[in-house]
């Protein structure tokens, strides 16, 4: 079944405790991306890449890192979680960042920041 | 910034059609316009795309204006799994992401 997964689905932490949200897609899509969801906000872009080794900031970068060793894989990092980065995150994939590329959304991962 | 306007909610009953409108007046002649739809927290899902013609699939049809500058999204026999919040996208040529705007809450009567 083609499809994107995240890991963990729910995650409950502390500050400045590192930690990585897993991403993986079974469909060979070249682009991804992270988005995060706040009440009010909307989801917003956080990183996408747009092949392996090939990684750009978003709309709200700031505390996050990426990175795309493999092409199905695009893990998120936080190296120093503070309670502002408690959101709802999705992991998205493409083919390509095209005129009529259709993203593909993960199940998301809600994480809570003590 | 949502180059898009979408009613805040709207309700339907269980087995009408619910059509969910969409205003796009700055809409470009690349950019198309895309429907996803987000169930409770879960993944947005893709639903349906078009660029100026009508296209129908097996979750919906949209209906695009002759002027582009509106689009209708139609669900044509809706069901209590169809209660989400439905996004509008404009999307493509010098868009080059997704932006979620705050869409509109489709709430299915039983």
């Known amino acids: 079944e083609a499809q994107v997964t995240q890991n963990p689905r729910y995650l409950i932490t502390v500050t400045g405790k590192k930690l990585t949200v897993t991403c993986s897609q079974n469909?060979?899509?070249?682009?991804m991306s992270w988005y995060r969801q706040d009440p009010g906000l909307g989801l917003r872009q956080i990183y996408y890449?747009?092949?392996?080794?090939?990684?750009d900031k978003g709309d709200v970068p700031e505390g996050y890192k990426v990175s795309r060793k493999e092409k199905r894989n695009f893990p998120l990092i936080l190296e120093s979680p503070s309670p502002n980065q408690t959101s709802l995150y999705f992991c998205?994939?493409?083919?390509?960042?095209?005129?009529?590329?259709?993203?593909?959304f993960g199940p998301g991962t809600r994480l809570t920041v003590l | 910034d949502a180059k898009t306007t979408q009613p805040p909610s709207m309700d339907c009953a269980e087995g009408r059609a619910a059509n969910l409108p969409c205003n796009h007046s700055?809409?470009?002649?690349?950019?198309?316009v895309y429907w996803y739809r987000q169930i409770h927290s879960q993944g947005p899902q893709y639903i349906i795309h078009g660029l100026k013609n009508n296209e129908t699939n097996e979750m919906a049809s949209l209906i695009i204006t002759e002027d582009r500058k509106s689009s209708t999204l139609i669900l044509p026999h809706a069901t209590l799994r169809d209660t989400a919040v439905y996004y509008c996208?404009?999307?493509?040529?010098?868009?080059?992401?997704?932006?979620f705007g705050t869409g509109t809450l489709l709430a299915v009567q039983p």
């Open positions: 469909m060979n899509h070249e682009y």
């Open positions: 890449s747009m092949n392996v080794e090939v990684t």
């Open positions: 700055t809409i470009s002649g690349n950019e198309y």
């Open positions: 996208i404009v999307y493509g040529g010098a868009t080059n992401k997704l932006i």
């Open positions: 998205a994939s493409s083919f390509t960042r095209g005129l009529t590329d259709t993203q593909y």
